[in-house]
């Protein structure tokens, strides 16, 4: 089947950012009219270099604290434009908040597009299961004091696998609710478990919501034939509720037919 071919305005070329990001201060990636964002933070950087005339497309619209460990992003600045590749990362970090970073820089494949082109987008979530809480971990995993069962959350996780109509996970969705959810995996830890949530899109609050109605499993409280129950009656107040933001992070994108741009 042929790509389409997205192709930057004339008189522009598109560059391709690879960005990591502390979520918690920011209201997402999307643009907000009030509220800080990291799209209009990283739009602000460009325009100091002069390449801000269009603002950056990233794979996926994070929610308000989520993070990014190494979100695709393109731009499209003008043919004119100073700054080369090889020095664009470094450029924009100088102009950039610490809560923000370009990891890699480089000219865009030809018809590539950071969202439309995006196969499959990753995520984890990340469970601190200890007695205590850990200041290493404060802010980026979801503390959780009691023992979960892996086998358990596994077990729910492998009944909620597939093409479903995850309407009972989503959060005021209104577009359809049919979904691939490709991998729902827990890796256990000494300390940090890891919930891996790969699919080519998600709905609103999404994987939050997978990833509560799994710790009812590992609590015992789920079994993998109520949780197959919970995705069938389409009604959100079936499953568990949504997990707090800060555990969970954006980890990498896929794009088929792209393969000069290195999985995650």
């Known amino acids: 089947m042929t790509r389409p071919d997205y192709r930057p305005p004339d008189g522009h070329r598109r560059l391709l950012l690879h960005v990591a990001w502390d979520g918690a201060p920011y209201a997402g990636w999307q643009s907000q009219p009030t509220l800080p964002s990291v799209q209009d933070t990283l739009h ?52 950039l908040p610490h809560t ?57 996780a492998a009944a909620l696998t597939g093409t479903h109509d995850f309407a009972a996970f989503a959060t005021q969705e209104d577009r359809q609710t049919v979904r691939e959810l490709r991998r729902l995996r827990v890796q256990p830890g ?25 710790l009812l499993a590992g609590q015992g409280r789920l079994s993998p034939e109520q949780a197959e129950s919970i995705l069938h009656s389409r009604q959100r107040s079936q499953a568990g509720a949504n997990v707090p933001a800060h555990g969970l992070s954006f980890t990498g994108a896929r794009y088929e037919g792209f393969p000069e741009i290195a999985s995650a």
């Open 44 to 95: 602000g950087a460009l325009a100091r270099l002069g390449g801000g005339e269009f603002r950056p497309v990233a794979a996926g619209r994070t929610d308000a604290g989520v993070h990014a460990e190494a979100m695709p992003a393109h731009v499209d600045v003008p043919d004119t434009f100073q700054v080369p590749p090889t020095k664009l990362a470094r450029a924009l970090n100088a102009h």
């Open 190 to 214: 000494p300390l940090i478990w890891e919930i891996h949530v790969h699919g080519e899109s998600f709905l609103r609050h999404m994987v939050r919501g997978l990833v509560g109605t799994l």
């Open 100 to 156: 923000v970073a370009v990891l890699h820089a480089a000219d865009a494949p030809a018809g590539f597009h950071a969202r439309f082109s995006c196969t499959e987008r990753q995520y984890v979530y990340r469970l601190l299961v200890h007695p205590q809480r850990h200041p290493h971990w404060h802010g980026r995993a979801l503390h959780v004091p009691q023992p979960l069962n892996p086998d358990a959350m596994n077990a729910a």
